[in-house]
């Protein structure tokens, strides 16, 4: 059960709790939440405190964030299959995994750098799914940490590269 004011992911959304109430539609006890980032209240979301659809969890805590450095040398890439790589990243991000956002950035960013050094455009596809997971991973972990988002970015790539060169 959450409290009023506890930080939350909805989806990939990070939330703050400002209410609960029962559904007018179904009945059902509901969390009101505000994304994180548009506090203006001028989108809130409700959502059953049941839980059913499993599409609301924990903020990432600093000890998973570790544990996210960590493991991403090891988190795999998307095979590359050109003709569904957007069924595959759409099927990633659905999901609720932060380590499926770390395979979408590396199998995206890799395939935009074999593009380039064949002198090759980028592939909208990849680089609108790597912007999106991108958005997702250090948007959570700025509010997570306490940074902004460029720090947060900045800070998770240095750490991964540390574990890479170990």
Known sequence: M?????????RRDVCKVV????SDFNGEQCYILVPYMKQDGSVRMQVPVANKGGHLRNLI?????????RD??????LVNKPANMKSQYAALLKGDEI????RIIKTSYSRNQARLRQH???ASIDDEYLRKAEQYLYAELSVSLGMSYDESKSWFEQEVAKIDRS
């Open 2 to 10: 959450y409290k009023i004011n506890d930080i939350v992911v909805y």
């Open 120 to 122: 090759k455009k980028l």
């Open 72 to 77: 991403t040398p090891d988190i795999e890439m």
């Open 61 to 69: 805590t600093p000890d998973e964030i570790d544990q996210l450095i």
């Open 19 to 22: 209410g609960k109430h029962r």
């Open 99 to 102: 380590s499926d956002l770390i």
